[in-house]
């Protein structure tokens, strides 16, 4: 479903006279549908970067970031939307808010993007909320005042209520306690029994261990680094 092939990228720091960092160099790596993969890696390694380039925030220098047919190494912006929308989907670890727009929109938001209609979409989002502890009082705000772990389950709502088949998860349990990181958990072995192709970042390893089937350690793509 996810398919990295020889990838390369650098940064151009435009304010220090042009300078260009390479940060990675020739990384592969395959998904299979309902595999969920870690990436691992020292500090600086290149994680983060590899995510962004799959999710097409990233320019790639060269190679292939195949997800599903879409080339997003190549993509149009217009076709890195299309594929965001119904296909690949992104649970970063800060929820990006949009102040006067309510918790159960922001949940909602991905399946009325896609068609759903209205009174699905939000029992849909009222039933995650439910399950990450969201309490109902806070619903109808928007999360802009929320606490952090709570404006982290509103997030990880959001991004589970569409059935992406590709789904990129930034620390999704950073923060959480027991109770909803178990949740958590759960969500992610149900999107792997529904068929998804999972890339994740775990600093907490108890978790990776857990749900992911193999580690991708990225410190072997980057240049400069023993491998
Ligand atoms: N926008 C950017 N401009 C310039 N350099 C960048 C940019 N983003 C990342 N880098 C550099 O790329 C390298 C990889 O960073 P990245 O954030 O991907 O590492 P990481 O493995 O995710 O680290 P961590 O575990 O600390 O989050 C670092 O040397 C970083 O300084």
Same mark, same amino acid.
């Given at each position: 479903?996810?398919?990295?092939?020889?990838?390369?990228k650098?940064?151009?720091l435009h304010?220090?006279?042009?300078?260009?960092i390479?940060?990675?160099?020739?990384?592969?790596?395959?998904?299979?549908?309902?595999? /969920?993969v870690?990436?691992?890696?020292?500090?600086g390694?290149g *994680?983060s970067?590899?995510?962004r380039?799959?999710y097409?925030n990233?320019?790639?220098a060269s190679?292939r970031?195949?997800?599903?047919?879409v080339?997003?190494?190549s993509?149009?912006?217009?076709?890195?939307?299309?594929?965001?929308?119904?296909?690949l989907?992104?649970?970063s670890?800060?929820?990006r808010?949009?102040?006067?727009?309510?918790?159960?929109?922001?949940v909602?938001?991905?399946?009325?993007?896609?068609?759903t209609?209205?009174?699905?979409?939000?029992?849909?989002? *009222?039933?995650?909320?439910t399950?990450?502890n969201?309490?109902?009082?806070?619903?109808?705000?928007?999360?802009?005042t929320?606490?952090?772990g709570?404006?982290?389950r509103?997030?990880i709502?959001?991004?589970?209520a569409?059935p992406?088949?590709?789904?990129l998860l930034?620390?999704p349990?950073?923060?959480?306690?027991p109770t909803?990181?178990?949740?958590?958990?759960?969500?992610?072995a149900?999107a *792997?029994?529904?068929?998804?192709?999972?890339?994740?970042?775990?600093?907490d390893h108890?978790?990776?261990?857990e749900? /992911?089937?193999?580690?991708?350690?990225?410190?072997?793509?980057t240049?400069?680094?023993?491998?």
């Amino acid at each position: 479903m996810i398919s990295i092939e020889n990838v390369s990228k650098s940064f151009v720091l435009h304010n220090q006279g042009s300078a260009e960092i390479p940060v990675m160099q020739g990384a592969s790596l395959q998904v299979a549908l309902g595999e /969920c993969v870690s990436l691992v890696g020292v500090s600086g390694a290149g *994680k983060s970067t590899l995510m962004r380039m799959i999710y097409g925030n990233y320019l790639t220098a060269s190679g292939r970031i195949m997800v599903g047919d879409v080339d997003v190494a190549s993509a149009a912006p217009r076709e890195i939307i299309q594929l965001r929308r119904r296909t690949l989907g992104y649970v970063s670890q800060f929820l990006r808010v949009v102040p006067r727009v309510s918790t159960l929109d922001v949940v909602a938001e991905p399946l009325l993007a896609t068609g759903t209609e209205r009174g699905v979409a939000i029992t849909q989002a *009222k039933t995650l909320l439910t399950r990450l502890n969201i309490p109902e009082r806070l619903w109808a705000l928007s999360p802009t005042t929320f606490s952090g772990g709570e404006q982290q389950r509103v997030n990880i709502a959001r991004g589970f209520a569409f059935p992406y088949p590709a789904l990129l998860l930034d620390e999704p349990t950073a923060s959480l306690d027991p109770t909803n990181r178990a949740t958590v958990l759960a969500m992610i072995a149900e999107a *792997k029994a529904r068929g998804a192709a999972i890339i994740g970042i775990f600093h907490d390893h108890a978790a990776r261990d857990e749900i /992911c089937d193999r580690q991708f350690d990225v410190t072997r793509f980057t240049p400069g680094l023993p491998a």
